[in-house]
Protein backbone atom coordinates (compact mmCIF):
# COMPACT_ATOMS: atom_id res chain seq x y z
CA UNK A 1 0.00 0.00 0.00
CA UNK A 2 1.09 3.27 -1.07
CA UNK A 3 1.71 5.96 1.59
CA UNK A 4 2.81 9.68 1.14
CA UNK A 5 2.38 11.52 4.60
CA UNK A 6 3.15 15.33 4.29
CA UNK A 7 4.71 17.03 7.35
CA UNK A 8 5.90 20.50 8.30
CA UNK A 9 3.23 22.91 7.63
CA UNK A 10 1.69 25.62 10.30
CA UNK A 11 1.49 29.26 10.54
CA UNK A 12 4.01 31.59 9.79
CA UNK A 13 4.74 35.71 9.59
CA UNK A 14 5.09 36.80 5.79
CA UNK A 15 8.51 36.64 5.21
CA UNK A 16 9.00 33.90 7.12
CA UNK A 17 9.65 29.97 6.19
CA UNK A 18 8.94 26.77 6.68
CA UNK A 19 9.87 23.51 5.27
CA UNK A 20 7.63 20.37 3.79
CA UNK A 21 8.77 17.00 4.36
CA UNK A 22 6.97 14.04 2.38
CA UNK A 23 7.69 10.49 3.59
CA UNK A 24 6.72 7.90 0.81
CA UNK A 25 6.47 4.32 1.55
CA UNK A 26 4.86 0.94 -0.21
CA UNK A 27 6.42 1.91 -3.29
CA UNK A 28 10.30 2.14 -4.98
CA UNK A 29 10.68 5.64 -4.07
CA UNK A 30 14.00 5.94 -6.66
CA UNK A 31 11.67 5.20 -9.94
CA UNK A 32 9.45 8.04 -8.93
CA UNK A 33 9.46 11.67 -9.87
CA UNK A 34 8.07 14.12 -7.08
CA UNK A 35 6.27 17.25 -7.40
CA UNK A 36 4.36 19.40 -5.22
CA UNK A 37 1.26 21.05 -5.47
CA UNK A 38 -1.02 23.70 -3.43
CA UNK A 39 -4.49 23.94 -3.15
CA UNK A 40 -5.96 27.33 -1.88
CA UNK A 41 -9.85 27.82 -0.96
CA UNK A 42 -12.42 28.20 -4.01
CA UNK A 43 -9.39 27.82 -6.38
CA UNK A 44 -7.65 24.39 -8.14
CA UNK A 45 -4.72 22.14 -7.67
CA UNK A 46 -2.02 24.02 -9.13
CA UNK A 47 1.56 23.03 -9.25
CA UNK A 48 4.57 24.32 -7.25
CA UNK A 49 7.42 22.35 -7.80
CA UNK A 50 8.89 19.39 -9.38
CA UNK A 51 11.84 16.97 -8.95
CA UNK A 52 13.05 13.80 -11.09
CA UNK A 53 13.86 10.57 -9.57
CA UNK A 54 17.11 11.04 -9.28
CA UNK A 55 17.53 14.53 -8.10
CA UNK A 56 19.00 15.93 -11.06
CA UNK A 57 16.40 18.41 -12.76
CA UNK A 58 14.23 20.51 -10.86
CA UNK A 59 10.84 22.88 -12.26
CA UNK A 60 9.15 25.68 -10.20
CA UNK A 61 5.80 27.53 -11.00
CA UNK A 62 6.69 31.07 -11.57
CA UNK A 63 5.04 32.50 -8.44
CA UNK A 64 7.47 30.55 -6.41
CA UNK A 65 10.82 30.77 -8.56
CA UNK A 66 13.57 31.76 -6.44
CA UNK A 67 11.61 31.40 -3.01
CA UNK A 68 10.89 27.50 -2.60
CA UNK A 69 13.54 25.09 -3.45
CA UNK A 70 12.50 21.12 -3.80
CA UNK A 71 15.11 18.35 -2.76
CA UNK A 72 14.72 14.62 -1.90
CA UNK A 73 16.86 11.95 -0.05
CA UNK A 74 16.45 8.78 -1.84
CA UNK A 75 18.22 6.93 0.71
CA UNK A 76 15.03 8.20 3.51
CA UNK A 77 12.43 8.04 0.48
CA UNK A 78 11.33 11.78 1.69
CA UNK A 79 10.82 14.81 -0.72
CA UNK A 80 11.33 18.24 0.92
CA UNK A 81 10.12 21.66 -0.11
CA UNK A 82 11.98 24.44 1.75
CA UNK A 83 9.88 27.43 1.44
CA UNK A 84 11.05 31.01 2.12
CA UNK A 85 10.36 34.43 2.13
CA UNK A 86 6.62 33.32 2.54
CA UNK A 87 3.58 35.39 1.31
CA UNK A 88 -0.40 35.62 2.34
CA UNK A 89 -0.69 34.32 -1.32
CA UNK A 90 1.31 31.02 -0.32
CA UNK A 91 -1.35 30.12 1.84
CA UNK A 92 -2.82 26.78 0.76
CA UNK A 93 -2.64 23.18 1.54
CA UNK A 94 0.17 21.59 -0.11
CA UNK A 95 0.03 17.84 -1.16
CA UNK A 96 3.00 15.96 -2.48
CA UNK A 97 2.94 13.25 -5.54
CA UNK A 98 4.63 10.43 -6.97
CA UNK A 99 4.62 9.64 -10.79
CA UNK A 100 6.56 8.21 -13.67
CA UNK A 101 5.10 11.43 -16.31
CA UNK A 102 7.44 13.68 -16.86
CA UNK A 103 4.88 15.99 -17.60
CA UNK A 104 5.70 17.08 -14.18
CA UNK A 105 2.89 20.44 -14.24
CA UNK A 106 0.22 18.37 -14.76
CA UNK A 107 -1.96 16.50 -11.61
CA UNK A 108 -2.24 13.53 -14.61
CA UNK A 109 0.79 13.00 -14.38
CA UNK A 110 1.39 11.82 -10.75
CA UNK A 111 0.08 8.66 -9.49
CA UNK A 112 -0.02 8.67 -6.01
CA UNK A 113 -1.21 11.61 -3.92
CA UNK A 114 -0.96 12.33 -0.10
CA UNK A 115 -3.30 14.13 2.42
CA UNK A 116 -1.64 17.53 2.61
CA UNK A 117 -0.60 19.41 4.96
CA UNK A 118 -1.71 23.07 5.85
CA UNK A 119 0.61 26.28 5.11
CA UNK A 120 -1.22 29.64 6.47
CA UNK A 121 1.14 32.83 5.74
CA UNK A 122 -0.13 35.64 7.75
CA UNK A 123 0.24 39.47 6.79
Known amino acids: QVQLVESGGGLVQAGGSLRLSCAAS????????MGWFRQAPGKEREFVAY????????YYADSVQGRFTISRDNAKNTVYLQMNSLKPEDTAVYYC????????????????WGQGTQVTVSS
Open 97 to 112: AAGRSSLYYSRRAYDY
Open 51 to 58: ISRSGGST
Open 26 to 33: GLTFSVYN
